[in-house]
Every structure is written in structure tokens, then in C-alpha cells.
């Protein structure tokens, strides 16, 4: 069985997966749309893989914001696989160019569905964290309404007291999805605010914790050791906590993402990555160098800013996003 | 990390030429290909890219690069030439209209920080140009966005014009403008709601409010961190709106931010302002020939310089190479330049100005905690006088005063006469040496 076979096959065999794609396709009209129609008009255009043709899709995939380096190994293994195979036609690189893209998604594991630690008794606690205006506030607000909606009892902690109008902000996403949120005043201690939400949380037998932290960029050391105190307050209150560090990714971030998961996972130990604001006209690759680089998997795209445009993270149906055309072509 | 800088990119082209001789055709490629990588690790748009490597190519293949003994820093500098013509100069004025209000829209992608620069804009134009602005909140969409505004508003102490969530961005704009009228502001400033440059309805939203108020300035705000899409985003906002400026954000973080040469080049307006950090005073007049070197991985050393000259008057300066010189360098005088230091800002702001300081981790971490500071500042302040003049005399009891004054314990005590002492040697041997490169002539490696 051919390679995309398998591909279409692994989509077909849950039809749940199906109205992901559906949903995929239509987040990702643009980036999907742009970058597979690149690739194949590049494969219309060169008829022999030579130079120019590597060098061209060279330009396909740092255009969508796929690492330097990501892209640089990537080339090479191709140019490699191409050799080995003793392969001259454009139209079989296709093939083999999907082929790579995926692996570095899904590593070994290519069955393996980023789900959320959820803990089946107890408290889980989630803790989000990014640079300024990632989206971290609303993709907790569409969380807490896909939770709760999942049955589980969701409380929310304002800990971002920092920047103007944060709490109220949060307060309005816990209105709209119908969950509680533990605040104190701005300006105070964001440490004591999420201790006092798992006391809180605590004493309503909530399942699920989401914590809301200030925006901060990476470099300011103070506001990550202010982080790292945040999350040393989790792990003395709730032993195993927390459950999952999400790490808010703006997808129209370049090459700084890397860095962002990088010196985020260092001082917070990121699980796992939020991609928001894939409906604009921003690729995504940058998913591909992080995979590739950090090894830290993405859990959720953000498709929009209305509470029900949080989709769960599923390799398969991304890649299928940006492969569509050619996979259907054949 | 992936990050390095142009010049460290080179160098292993440039040992290679180095012993040869002479640059052949082939060295340049091989150059420019390094010059090619790093500008698109800082995430200047491909395009873009394309353009000034076709530039710096001939350029290169001349007589200027192949020619000169110094190819690899020929090179650099054609580069950064380069970047610097596409920057263009330097253009911090704020339109001021014939007849007041002034109108200034403030437009861009959700998350850009539109609402804080309005702030922090608005608070230039009050200091530094003695104005009095009305802020409007056209936010209606994101939960809160009018309250973020008004409270920016209050720590400003400044009017906000707000008709709740329930109103009209267009009408809401319109009546700010008669408000401010009436009541003499020179100034409006518009903050309206992040949008994506392909959302038709709410990009027709914004035109409608250009229409309705005349705006003198429309500042597109963009996120410095901004990858690739930059081109997209400054194309569509500009042929839609044809905005006068544009400010960029958060250059405070550790992106190259290349973004701005791709913004640039796509719709030739002018970046303005610069926020340097989350305070509503961190608004700087933006400068192009300091973002080439950021974009180049050169560090921002012009910035640092400023800021030392700022803050370290000159009399000042010699007096202490004196006291290094002899070593006559007391504790007081420490005091006095940790002072000095603290003047420029928090220090992490410091390092990251500095090239190669995002590799340094070492550097981060470690010595850079405020907390540190202070408590340093605390011991050598509970000392005597004389103590801080003559360390020499401070004995195991006075030691122990000193410790219980500052509220710290011996330990750090000691450990902070070893560091003063050691750091005194070290002083000694860097003016000596100072003297004896100078009459050679300092240079930097890559100036
Ligand atoms: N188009 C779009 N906008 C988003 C998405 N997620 C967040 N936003 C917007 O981005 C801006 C910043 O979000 P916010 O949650 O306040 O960011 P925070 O500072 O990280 O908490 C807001 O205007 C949000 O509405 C997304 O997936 N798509
Ligand atoms: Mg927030």
C-alpha cells in the first residue's frame, strides 16, 4: 500500500476524524489552498528534480514559516530519498515530500492523537502561558466551554493581574461558557491568586483548573521567575500538578516561536502547544520546526475568535489539511 | 538555538578565503548564501530577501568585496548598507492637522497591542509635545478591550470617549470627533478592534471610519515577532486603508524582527515608534539603521551606548579610570556605579541589547537578579565610612555588624569583600590594558 493510500485509509477509519477535516478544511481554506497549490504548481513547472527544483521548494516551506533548519534537514533527507530511489520525476517527489513533512510530525508514534492529561479522579490543573496577546485568555474561555460541555465541572483563575482589563476580560469568557472564575484585584500577587483558585476549585470538587498567566516575552527573566513561582505554587498544592503547561502560540509568529518554546519549556516545562489564529493567512509551519526541534506536540489550533473555534490538534488531519488538493489530484 | 549571527555565520566562509588569497566567484556565492540564511532566520519575507541578495550579489562580485583584504567584512557591510537604504531614514513626527483634532487610527491584527500603544502614544504626545488627546474605545468585539482603554485611560489620567459594546465602531468614532470639538482636545486617537486583513466585512468597517472622520495619521500596529505573513498583512491593510506609518511592538522581546524590512519594502510607509516594553512610558522613535543591525544578529549596541551616555556624564567617567588607575576605587565609589547602572534600566533589558547575549545563557541566569542587587546595595550601605574606604580593616566583628544591618548573613558578607577584591585587580589589569590597545587603535571586530 502506497504511502498516500495509507494516509487516506488512517482518515477514513473514523468518521469522527471526517468532520475534523471538514472543519480543517475550512479554517485552513487559505493556508491549505496556498501552500499545496505552491507545491503544485511547482511540480507542473519542473519536470526534472534538479537544483532549481529543490531550491523552489526550499521557497514553498520557509514561506510558511517552517524553520530554516527544519527546512534545510528537510531538503537534504529529500535530496537523499530522491538519490536512493533513483527517482526523476517531479510528480513522484510529490509523494515522497508528503512522506517527510509527516514523519517529522508524527515522529515513530504515527497513531498517536494529542489528547489533554485529564486526571479520571481529582483536580487537574492547566496552566497557560505565552508572550502578549498570543490568545491565551480566549483559547481558555473555548476550552472551558468544550470541557464543561464534555461534562466536566470547570473553574477558572485570573492570573494574569497585570495587564489593563485581564480580569474582567477572563470574566467574561467564564460568563459565556458558564463556569466560575477566581479573581483578586489587578496589581496583586498572581501566586496568591492561584493558590486561592485551587483552594477554591478544591472546595467545589471542580475536575478541571485552567489558570490564566500575564502575557510576558521570554527574555525578561523576572517575569519567568514570577512564572516559575506560579508553578512551584501548583505543584505543592496539587501533588502530580500541573497536569498539562500549554504554551499559546500566535501562528503568525516566525522564526521567535522557536524561542518562545524553548525558554518556556525551560522554566514551565511546556506539554503542549495552543496554535491560535490559523484562520488568518499565517501557514503554520512553524508547528514543523517545533515538532522537529523541541519535540513538544500541539494540542489545539485557534480558528477564530468565537468560543466554538478551538479545534483539537490532530496531525493527521492537518497534514490531510495541507495535502488535500494533491492528495484528491491523484 | 537556530540563531546566529551574520557575522558568526560567515566566519567559517571567511577562514576558508583567508590564507587563499583572492575571493573567487564561487567564495561570493557561498557568502551571499550565508548572508541569504541569515536574513530569513530573522524572518525577513522571502521576497524581500530575493531582492536584496540579487543587490548584494553584484555588488559583492565588484571590486568592493573581491578586491578588498577583508572580504568577510566587506561583505557585511554592503549588507548592511543594503538594509539600511531599504530601512530609510529616520521619521518620528506625528501629523499635526491644520485645523484641530488631529486623528489618529490606530489599526491591525488581533493581539498586536493596538490598545496599550494607544496608551503609550497618547502619553508621548501630552510629554514630549504638550497635547491633550481624547482616546476613543471602537473595540466593541473583544470582551473587555473598552475596559483595558479606560483604565489606560485613568493611569493616564486622561478622558476615554466610549458609547458601550452595543454601539457602532463608525458611529462611535464619529461622535468622539464632535466631543473632542467641543471640549478642545487637539488630539484623537482611535483604537479599534484587531482584525484579520482578510475578514472583508470588518477591513469595510475600518474604511467606513476613515471615511466618516478624515484621519491625519492611520498607524498600523504590528507585532514585531511576526513571521513570513508580515507582506500580507501590511499589503492588505495599506491597499485598504493607505495608512500613513507604522509602529511596531514588543521590539523589547529577543526576535531579530525582520519584519520590519518586509513591511518596509511592501508598502514603503514609514515605521515610526517602536514599544520597548509593557509601561505606557516605552514608546521610542523607531531606528532603521539600529534594526538593520538587529536583523543582522549584531546586537543593538547603539542603543547601549546611548543609554550609557545618558546616564554616565563624562567628568564622572574620568574620574573613575583615575581611581581604577591607582586603585583607589572604594566602596563608595561602587555604590555609585552600581547607581549608575541600575539608571539604564533593568539589567536583563541590557544584556539582550548586547550581541550574542541570547547565547549567553550563563549570562541570564545568573548574575542579572535584581534581588541580588539589592541586597549588595543593602551590605555595603550598613558599612562605615571608613570601612568602605579601607576594606582592609573590616574584622570577623565588624563583619557580623554589617550583616545583621543589612539583614543578610556573614557568608555573603565575605563573599562580597572577595568579589570587591578580586574585581579591584581585575580593574588594574583592564586599564593597563586599555592603554596599550589604544595606541594601537581599538577597533571592533565588525564595525
Ligand atoms: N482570528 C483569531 N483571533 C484570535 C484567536 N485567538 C485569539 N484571538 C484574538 O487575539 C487577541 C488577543 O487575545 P488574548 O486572548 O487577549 O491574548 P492574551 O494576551 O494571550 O491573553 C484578541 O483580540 C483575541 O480575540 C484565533 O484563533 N483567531
Ligand atoms: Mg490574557
Redesign the interface.
Known amino acids: 500500500m502506497g504511502f498516500m493510500d495509507k494516509l487516506r485509509n488512517r482518515f477514513k477509519q473514523n468518521a469522527e476524524t471526517e468532520e475534523v477535516s471538514e472543519k480543517y478544511k475550512e479554517g485552513m481554506e487559505k493556508t491549505r489552498n496556498s501552500f499545496s497549490s505552491k507545491i503544485n504548481d511547482l511540480i507542473a513547472r519542473y519536470r526534472k528534480v534538479d537544483e532549481d527544483f529543490f531550491e523552489e521548494l526550499e521557497e514553498v516551506l520557509i514561506t510558511a514559516d517552517v524553520g530554516v533548519n527544519t527546512v534545510m534537514d528537510l531538503i537534504d533527507e529529500l535530496k537523499m530519498e530522491v538519490k536512493r530511489r533513483n527517482i526523476k520525476d517531479t510528480k513522484e517527489v510529490k509523494e515522497v515530500i508528503s512522506e517527510k513533512l509527516v514523519e517529522i510530525y508524527y515522529g515513530d508514534d504515527s497513531q498517536q492523537i494529542e489528547e489533554l492529561n485529564l486526571q479520571e479522579d481529582g483536580l487537574t490543573v492547566l496552566l497557560v502561558v505565552g508572550v502578549n496577546g498570543a490568545g491565551k485568555t480566549t483559547s481558555i474561555g473555548k476550552l472551558a466551554n468544550q470541557l464543561k460541555s464534555e461534562g466536566k465541572n470547570v473553574v477558572l483563575a485570573a492570573g494574569d493581574t497585570f495587564r489593563a482589563g485581564a480580569i474582567e476580560q477572563l470574566e467574561v469568557w467564564g460568563e459565556r461558557a458558564g463556569v466560575d472564575v477566581i479573581k483578586h484585584t489587578a496589581g496583586s500577587d498572581p501566586a496568591a491568586v492561584i493558590f486561592d483558585a485551587i483552594k477554591a476549585a478544591k472546595a467545589r470538587e471542580a475536575d478541571v483548573l485552567i489558570c490564566d498567566t500575564a502575557g510576558r516575552l521570554q527574555n525578561k527573566v523576572n517575569l519567568m521567575n514570577e512564572l516559575e513561582k506560579v508553578k512551584r505554587v501548583i505543584e505543592r498544592e496539587v501533588p502530580g500538578a500541573p497536569h498539562e503547561v500549554l504554551l499559546v502560540l500566535d501562528a503568525t509568529t516566525g522564526q521567535n516561536a522557536l524561542s518562545q518554546a524553548k525558554t518556556f519549556s525551560e522554566s514551565t516545562d511546556v506539554s503542549g502547544i495552543v496554535l491560535t489564529k490559523l484562520d488568518g493567512t499565517a501557514k503554520g509551519g512553524i508547528v514543523l520546526a517545533i515538532r522537529h526541534e523541541l519535540n513538544i506536540p500541539v494540542k489545539f489550533v485557534g480558528l477564530g475568535e468565537k468560543m466554538e473555534d478551538l479545534r483539537k490538534f490532530d496531525a493527521n488531519a492537518f497534514v490531510y489539511g495541507l495535502f488535500a488538493d494533491m492528495l484528491e489530484d491523484e | 538555538?537556530?540563531?546566529e549571527g551574520l557575522a558568526d555565520r560567515l566566519q567559517s566562509t571567511i577562514k576558508k578565503i583567508t590564507g587563499k588569497g583572492k575571493v573567487s566567484e564561487q567564495d561570493v556565492k557561498e557568502m551571499t548564501r550565508e548572508v541569504r540564511?541569515a536574513l530569513?532566520?530573522?524572518?525577513v519575507?522571502?521576497k524581500v530577501v530575493k531582492d536584496l541578495i540579487k543587490r548584494i550579489k553584484e555588488r559583492a562580485v565588484g571590486q568592493e568585496v573581491m578586491e578588498s583584504l577583508t572580504p568577510g567584512q566587506q561583505v557585511i557591510k554592503v549588507v548592511k548598507e543594503e538594509l539600511t537604504a531599504l530601512m530609510g531614514g529616520e521619521q518620528s513626527k506625528i501629523a499635526v492637522a491644520d485645523r484641530p483634532p488631529t486623528v489618529i487610527m490606530m489599526v491591525g491584527?488581533?493581539?498586536?497591542?493596538k490598545?496599550t500603544t494607544t496608551g503609550k502614544l497618547a502619553n508621548l504626545l501630552r510629554k514630549k509635545h504638550n497635547r491633550s488627546p481624547l482616546l476613543v474605545a471602537c473595540d466593541v468585539?473583544?470582551?473587555?478591550?473598552?475596559?483595558?482603554?479606560?483604565?489606560?485611560g485613568s493611569?493616564l489620567d486622561m478622558p476615554v470617549y466610549s458609547l458601550g459594546t452595543e454601539a457602532n465602531p463608525v458611529d462611535i468614532a464619529t461622535q468622539a470627533l464632535e466631543k473632542a470639538k467641543a471640549d478642545h482636545h487637539d488630539y484623537v486617537i482611535i483604537d479599534t478592534a484587531g482584525r484579520?486583513?482578510?475578514d472583508t466585512d470588518l477591513m469595510g468597517e475600518l474604511s467606513e471610519i476613515k471615511a466618516q472622520v478624515k484621519p491625519d495619521e492611520i498607524f498600523l500596529v504590528v507585532?514585531s515577532?511576526?513571521?513570513?505573513?508580515?507582506v500580507?498583512?501590511a499589503e492588505s491593510f495599506n491597499e485598504q486603508l493607505d495608512i500613513t506609518g507604522v509602529i511596531l511592538t514588543?521590539l523589547?522581546?529577543?526576535?531579530?524582527g525582520?519584519?520590519a524590512l518586509s513591511i518596509k519594502a511592501v508598502t514603503d510607509k514609514p515605521i515610526k515608534f517602536a514599544g520597548m516594553g509593557?509601561k505606557l512610558d516605552q514608546l521610542e522613535p523607531f531606528h532603521p539603521e539600529r534594526m538593520a543591525s538587529r536583523i543582522l544578529g549584531m546586537g543593538d549596541v547603539l542603543s547601549l551606548i546611548e543609554k550609557a551616555q545618558e546616564n554616565v556624564d563624562e567628568k564622572q567617567a574620568k574620574e573613575l579610570e583615575e581611581k581604577m588607575r591607582t586603585m583607589s576605587f572604594t566602596f563608595d565609589d561602587f555604590l555609585e556605579q552600581m547607581g549608575q547602572v541600575r539608571n539604564m534600566g533593568?539589567l536583563?533589558e541590557l544584556i539582550?541589547m548586547l550581541p550574542g547575549a541570547?547565547k549567553m545563557k550563563g549570562l541570564?541566569?545568573a548574575q542579572?537578579?535584581?534581588k541580588q542587587i539589592s541586597q549588595v546595595e543593602a551590605i555595603i550601605q550598613s558599612m562605615t565610612k571608613k570601612e568602605r574606604q579601607e576594606p582592609d580593616i573590616i574584622n570577623a566583628s565588624r563583619k557580623k555588624r554589617i550583616a545583621k544591618g543589612s539583614g543578610t548573613n556573614v557568608s555573603q558578607v565575605n563573599r562580597l569583600l572577595k568579589q570587591f577584591s578580586e574585581m579591584k585587580k581585575m580593574m588594574k589589569q583592564m586599564t593597563n590594558m586599555q592603554k596599550g590597545k589604544k595606541a594601537k587603535g581599538m577597533k571592533f571586530p565588525f564595525m
Do not use: S
Open positions: 538555538m537556530a540563531f540564511l530569513l532566520e530573522a524572518d519575507n522571502f491584527l488581533q493581539g498586536a497591542g490598545t468585539y473583544r470582551p473587555a478591550a473598552i475596559k483595558q482603554l479606560k483604565t489606560l493611569q484579520l486583513h482578510i507585532d515577532m511576526t513571521g513570513q505573513d508580515a500580507n498583512v514588543k523589547d522581546g529577543d526576535t531579530r525582520g519584519a509593557e533593568p536583563d539582550n541570547n541570564k541566569n542579572l537578579d535584581e
